[in-house]
């Protein structure tokens, strides 16, 4: 039985591969439990900004790790980058969306709402609000836009129906429910960000050792491998 705790705000891209990689984690660690809470990474930077009692970060993005750095709630010596994560378009299976003219298809007069995640939240929006730019259609789709608070709601928006299609992560894209229900098409890394994913420990850690064998494991060959079965890429590969 689990001796240890240790809690772990993590961006919502992350949901599937996490469930996957505390699997492996607990088959090496059985005596540490990992209790996880997925979320917007922005929400969760403002939340360990005053000092809420997650002892690691796990974020879509280095920046908010960095500032927690700087603000003196973070371990430096901790950081590290485990990801890069993508973006793409996302439909229903039951959508007549021809989702293969790429980024074009959003403007389809058919269509009624697009979901991204809130750009002033998550990185995954940023990324989303930066390709629509990148393509110069954005003020063409800009009052069609929902934000999710996360990019996991975000997809939710359009699995759901309460968004007609929708820029959601590749991570999310590729796991099941999503992969059953949806058709996923990659948008290109250079019409965004590279969204470097990278995580830290926190100054108030209750067990900073049972973090560091979970960092330890999330950056090994292992942790990669199952990392890159949903969507995401290695950081010495870019």
Known sequence: MPTRSISVAAASDLKFAFEELL?????????????????????????????????????????????????????????????????????????????????????????????????????YGRAAEAALKHFEIYDAVQDRLVLGDNIAQTAQFIETGAADIGIIAASLASASPLKDQGRFRSLPTDSYPALRQGGVIMTWARDRSACDSLRTFVISEPGKTILRKYGFDSPENQ
């Open 23 to 123: 699997a492996e984690f607990r088959r090496n660690h059985p005596e540490i439990e990992v209790v996880t809470t997925f979320g917007s990474s922005g929400n969760f930077y403002t939340q360990l900004s005053s000092k809420a009692p997650f002892d690691m970060f796990f974020s879509a993005d280095l920046d908010y790790p960095r500032t927690l750095i700087d603000q003196g709630d973070a371990v430096k010596e901790t950081l590290f980058e485990y990801a890069i994560g993508h973006i793409g378009i996302w439909v229903r299976n039951d959508s007549p969306l021809d989702i293969d003219q790429g980024i074009d298809v959003l403007k389809d007069p058919s269509i009624v709402k697009i979901a991204i995640a809130n750009p002033r939240f998550a990185p």
